[in-house]
């Protein structure tokens, strides 16, 4: 029981990262904007995180900076669309790939060298009960802070007049304009704000999770894999932590399999988690091919397995809008 | 054309580099480099000699391959980012295709460009399929995908392909010299894997601009529904363009198995599909200017090679150039329009 404690402990820690930079692409996209620059702006916040924090010697200061960074590829990526009309596609994979070169180059004097991490949180009082104490007894810190971005985000995107113009402006951008919502001020917040808790996640790699910078840093994917919880948690942030920690306890596993089968190279077991991530990218979409409807409504008794897995994404995910055009 | 308007025309079309130029000194500045003379060492690096642009050349016929293969799926509105692992796909089949000859002729080489094609194919089909049965969207598959393949090519390369005594990332055993594409006199690249290049973006533009073909490819990317009704089977379509680019990207991964490595490597296909995809919308999808950005890219990525060896810094910069350039001429095609919405007072 202990171990198995320490196991889930394990994949809090892993899946800190991955639910802050889920989190952060759920709200992005929750006003309609897809930020497909995860992969790079992380990498190179976490990037900027170790620098700042080694230059400092604070890693709280890092962890600021890393969001700042975050939050400006995103306002680049919400520039050129929602103001310049350019496609979020495109800017986004571009910004992917120059945030990763971006990293590596400037992050070039810091690889490989000693710097500050987060350490650890000791909770006290736990020791009672053994279990709890080995889930969270010791933790990093950046386990409290993307437990504690979960609830928040949860709260302030359902119970806020905030979160509601944030929906607002993601379902139906027109009707939200006609309403007095400056819709592309929102989006631009909205893109600033996921961007910077995306950044928050790469500051939780470079600084506690994969603690250290260097080439290849370790985090590189997981921008992916987040894009891809997104779309999993059917756009709810609740359900979205619920995905990233699903994929952490992926990534936990294969280091056990690793120990299992010394003789395949660690490279492979990294790789599980791509394969799983279009599997359950093509069970979510399942019920919405028409050959597995025609299949549904020949054979009734399917739908009983086909359960209620509700995924709609935000009706306006994707298309920009312009106040000038329409209306 | 009055001659105001064309000056302007000069000036939008110049705002790009100058604008690619300066935001590549900004981020220089602070990694300490010297700007202009990173610079010279990335230009001279890639055509200070015969050699080096023997190298060039090694680099821009993957690429051209690469970037030739995607204009097919854009036409349809297709992003195909697993092109990485089709190429990656390209070589583990020309590999695996050699595995039985010790030594051979043109016709093993044919038959291992041919294998490669058919290996990036299947890869490309795997999206695709995946892409108009599964509704997964193609971004996610072939990315996945493109990890996969990266994982495949480590476990051959450890375990059923490895070197007799050694496995190593240094790859499998080399090829045997009967194997190997030809060389042009001294350089690094060869005629062969030169004219595949230039033949696949003619087929690609004969077959996108002078064929029915073609324009129905654009009907189903223009408006899938409307193509469905007028009986253009989007799908068979969709997969025929992933099918087609994808076997472009084999072909590139077998050419560098052949032409350039001699053997199956991790990092086989050293991020070409990626800078392809950049090509391709520095060119926003157009034919004519993708021959040219690819050599110029081509250039650059050769050039930095010798930045870690002359001024210690990472070799990464020449894709921080390329993503820059990139994106400038996103942002200054964007900045234009908006100037002229406003102008026009709408």
């Known amino acids: 029981m202990h171990e198995f404690a320490l196991v889930l402990a394990g994949i809090l820690l892993a899946g800190a990262p991955l639910v802050l930079a889920t989190l952060g692409e759920t709200i992005t996209e929750k006003a309609g904007v897809i930020n497909l620059s995860l992969d790079g702006s992380m990498l190179l916040s976490a990037m900027a995180a170790f620098a700042l924090a080694s230059a400092t010697g604070s890693p709280w200061t890092g962890a600021l900076g890393g969001m700042a960074v975050g939050a400006a590829a995103a306002a680049i990526l919400g520039l050129t669309n929602i103001y310049l009309g350019q496609s979020q596609l495109a800017v986004g994979f571009i910004l992917t790939l120059l945030c990763r070169d971006l990293a590596y180059f400037l992050g070039h004097s810091y690889s490989r060298q000693p710097g500050p991490t987060f350490g650890l949180w000791g909770i006290p009082g736990l020791s009672d009960t053994p ?15 993307s437990l504690a971005a979960i609830v928040l985000c949860w709260w302030w995107m359902y119970k806020t007049v905030g979160g509601m ?70 756009w709810h942030p609740v359900r979205a932590a619920i995905g990233a920690y699903f994929f952490a306890a992926l990534q936990v596993s294969g280091i056990y399999l690793q ?3 010394p003789s395949v190279p660690a490279q492979v ?59 | 054309m009055p001659r105001s308007a064309w000056l302007e025309q000069t000036l939008w079309m110049l705002a790009a580099p100058a604008l690619a130029l300066a935001l590549t000194v900004l981020v220089a500045l602070p990694s300490g480099a010297p700007p202009l003379q990173t610079l010279q060492v990335l230009l001279l690096g890639g055509l200070g000699s015969m050699s080096k642009f023997g190298q060039v050349l090694t680099v821009f016929v993957p690429l051209m391959l690469c970037a030739a293969g995607l204009l097919v799926p854009f036409t349809a509105r297709l992003w195909n980012i697993g092109i990485e692992g089709q190429v990656v796909l390209g070589a583990i089949f020309c590999t695996g295709a050699l595995m039985p000859f010790d030594q051979g002729g043109p016709a093993h080489i044919a ?3 041919a ?77 062969t894997a030169l004219a595949l290049a230039a033949a696949a973006l003619v087929m690609v533009a004969v077959l996108l601009t002078r064929t029915q073909w073609g324009l129905s490819l654009k009907a189903v990317g223009q408006n899938p529904k409307a193509a469905r009704l007028f009986d253009l089977s989007p799908r068979r379509r969709m997969l025929q363009a992933f099918a087609l680019c994808g076997a472009l990207g084999g072909l590139a991964g077998a050419v560098q198995v052949l032409g350039v490595y001699h053997r199956l490597l991790p990092s086989i296909s050293s991020g070409y599909g990626y800078t392809a995809l950049l090509v391709g919308m520095m ?22 090679i010798q930045l870690p060896l002359q001024l210690n810094l990472d070799s990464s910069f020449s894709g921080v150039i390329q993503g820059l350039m990139v994106l400038s001429v996103f942002a200054t095609q964007g900045l234009r329009a908006w100037l002229i919405r406003r102008r026009e007072g709408c």
């Open chain 2, 115 to 191: 294998a490669g094609m058919l290996g990036g194919a299947l890869w490309a089909l795997l999206a695709g399929v995946l892409k108009t049965w599964g509704r997964v969207h193609e971004i996610f598959s072939g990315l996945g995908l493109n990890f996969v393949a990266m994982g495949l090519t480590i476990w051959l390369i450890f375990g059923p392909w490895k070197r007799p005594g050694v496995a190593s990332m240094s790859g499998t055993e080399t090829l045997d010299m009967s194997l190997w594409l030809d060389r042009m006199g001294r350089l690094a690249s060869s005629w």
């Open chain 2, 111 to 113: 038959l291992a460009l």
């Open chain 1, 259 to 261: 120990e299992l089968f």
């Open chain 1, 269 to 327: 077991f990294q790789v599980a988690p791509f394969p799983m991530m279009i599997l359950t990218l093509l069970a979510v979409n399942l019920g919405r091919v028409s050959f597995v409807q025609d299949m549904m409504r020949r054979y009734p008794f399917l739908k009983r397995f086909s359960g209620s897995w509700p995924i709609t994404s935000p009706a306006a995910l994707g298309q920009d809008f312009d106040p000038k055009k329409g209306l």
């Open chain 1, 165 to 234: 113009r944030l929906r607002a402006v993601g379902e139906s951008p027109r009707a939200a304009f006609g309403r007095g919502i400056r819709v592309r001020l929102t989006r631009l917040a909205a893109c600033l704000i996921g961007g910077a808790l995306v950044g928050l996640a790469g500051a939780a790699y470079s600084l506690a999770v994969k603690p250290g910078w260097g080439r290849p840093q370790g985090c590189e994917g997981a921008g992916w894999i987040a894009l891809a919880i997104v779309i999993f948690g059917g």
């Open chain 1, 131 to 145: 279990v709890l104490d080995a889930l969270l007894g010791r933790q990093s810190p950046v386990v409290a802070l």
């Open chain 2, 283 to 304: 060119a926003s999808f157009r034919i004519l200017p993708v021959p040219f950005i690819c050599l110029f890219f081509a250039v650059l990525n050769v050039g930095s």
